[in-house]
């Protein structure tokens, strides 16, 4: 059973424009993290979210989490050819020692 | 601090063929889990610890064994090698739900790519 669904699958646009990934669930997390991994490494963190409705932003990447704490969105501003990369969602419940992600967004910014 | 160390990088087995793959960290977390990633797909957890001594299944533990001797390190092992194990192999550890206030901020490893034949 897919807990975190992410979408688009796929996305490939033009560096200046910008975007939005969404991660959505049935199911209600105590906290949110998004990943991002390069071809060849592992995932890297880059946000976690853990109270409903937060936002938070870091630098042109915007994160939010849904009020019922149930999905989440990355928008991202005037991509850059650097920010291609597969981006991940996961979720997190508290005391149950592992996580659950999405299948994640393959972002590719063409210059 | 290495982080979370994997070893080995590249690996080619035989059908029917067994192996342990390496991980360790050294940021003293309690947990530590690991994951595999096929083309096209995210993260499957396939076994996590949530500290030494204590093991539990993932979504696919079915092929695989772990083991958590010490807080440092966590072994998977593929007892009789299938194509379909085929895979890049991440381990990532964290703190704990209660230290880590419910977030578990994974770290992971650089993944080990394994070739079944």
């Known amino acids: 059973t897919q807990l975190l669904e992410q979408s688009p699958q796929f996305l490939s646009i033009q560096e200046g424009e910008n975007l939005t990934v969404y991660c959505n669930s049935s199911?209600?997390?105590?906290?949110l993290q998004w990943y991002r991994q390069e071809p060849g490494e592992g995932p890297v963190l880059l946000v976690t979210?853990?109270?409903?409705?937060e936002v938070k932003k870091l630098k042109r990447l915007t994160f939010q989490f849904g009020d019922a704490r149930k999905d989440s969105s990355l928008h991202i501003t005037a991509a850059q050819p650097g920010d291609t990369g597969l981006y991940l969602c996961?979720?997190?419940?508290?005391?149950?020692?592992?996580?659950?992600f999405g299948d994640g967004t393959t972002l590719t910014v063409k210059p | 601090n290495a982080g979370v160390t994997q070893t080995p990088k590249f690996q080619v087995l035989k059908t029917g063929q067994s192996m342990t793959l390496q991980c360790a960290q050294d940021?003293?977390?309690?947990?530590m889990s690991w994951y595999r990633q096929d083309p096209g797909m995210g993260l499957r957890l396939i076994h996590y610890?949530?500290?030494?001594?204590?093991?539990d299944q993932g979504e696919v533990p079915n092929g695989y064994n772990v083991s958590r001797s010490t807080t440092e390190d966590f072994p998977l092992r593929l007892l009789s090698a299938a194509p379909s194990q085929t895979s890049v192999y991440f381990c990532?550890?964290?703190?704990?739900?209660?230290?880590?206030?419910?977030?578990?901020?994974?770290?992971f490893g650089p993944g080990t790519r394994l070739t079944v034949l």
């Open positions: 990532a550890s964290s703190y704990s739900i209660r230290r880590d206030r419910g977030r578990n901020e994974q770290f």
């Open positions: 199911s209600v997390f105590s906290s």
């Open positions: 979210v853990v109270t409903g409705g």
């Open positions: 940021m003293n977390h309690e947990y």
């Open positions: 610890s949530v500290g030494a001594g204590i093991t």
């Open positions: 996961a979720g997190a419940r508290t005391n149950a020692g592992k996580s659950t």
